[in-house]
């Protein structure tokens, strides 16, 4: 993507808001990954635990990011 604000500052708000939107994300999907793990464990689906250093909660492909976000100059 692209940051189109012409004053720094509005840049500045603009990356601060997808550095946030990035951390909620990942916050998001550290939660249903632990989750998952919880579910499986309670099934009797064991598993190696030295492949969950394998799983990062950094995707996001399953998010639909399309639209304008705007946040309010108050």
Do not use: C
Request: net charge positive; no cysteine; charged share 20%.
């Amino acid at each position: 993507g692209e940051i189109r604000d012409r004053t720094a500052e509005a840049q500045h708000y603009r990356m601060a808001g997808l550095n946030l939107l990035a951390a909620i994300i990942i916050f998001w999907n550290t939660n249903q990954l632990g989750k998952a793990v919880q579910q499986r464990r309670k099934a009797g689906l064991d598993y190696p635990p030295e492949l969950l250093s394998h799983i990062s909660p950094l995707g996001w492909a399953h998010i639909l990011l399309t639209g304008e976000y705007r946040w309010p100059k108050s």
